[in-house]
């Protein structure tokens, strides 16, 4: 099925408390990560005998998740979200909370890690699919490697 990139990408939103048009929470790569207030957080855990954990997940509406992974400098990440249902959008901020990848990063991600820290890595429905309050479940894996 072929989506239109502009469904496919547009911004993760958080619902405003006076039920205006929620403003966006993703913002153009390298840019700052855009605070969520209602953005429920996930600290992720690989175990020490992996390199990899895979989480299941479920989103509806507006919700937001932000999956925070600590990672050291000179590994390589990689994250993957997959769904059968929906498309949903992801973006990866740094230690330094600056956008990595927001819109080219589809439903997987991969780079280096340039400093050690917590990375987040946020989820959510497109727009059009949370303005429908739509409900999605979804598996997102985070792979670390030594370089």
């Known amino acids: 099925m072929v989506l239109a990139l502009a469904a ?5 939103t958080a619902r405003a408390a006076d039920g205006a048009e ?4 993703v913002a153009a790569a390298g840019a700052p990560q855009p605070e ?7 600290t992720v855990r690989i175990p020490r005998s992996s390199s990899s954990v895979s989480l ?15 990672a050291e400098a000179r ?8 769904s059968t249902t929906r498309p949903l959008t ?14 080219a990063c589809d439903d ?11 990375y987040v890595v946020r989820v959510g429905l497109p727009r059009a699919d949370a ?13 670390l490697a030594s370089s």
């Open 8 to 12: 496919l990408y547009a911004p993760l």
């Open 22 to 25: 929620p403003a966006s929470s």
């Open 36 to 42: 969520v207030k209602d953005a429920r957080r996930v």
């Open 56 to 70: 299941a997940g479920r989103l509806r509406g507006y919700e937001v998740v932000d999956y925070v992974l600590h």
């Open 75 to 82: 590994q390589h990440m990689t994250v993957r979200l997959t």
């Open 90 to 103: 992801m973006a990866v901020y740094d230690s330094d909370k600056r956008a990595v990848c927001v819109e």
């Open 108 to 118: 997987r991600w991969s780079g280096p890690v340039a400093r050690t820290g917590d």
């Open 131 to 143: 303005r429908r309050n739509r409900a999605v479940r979804y598996r997102i894996q985070f792979t």
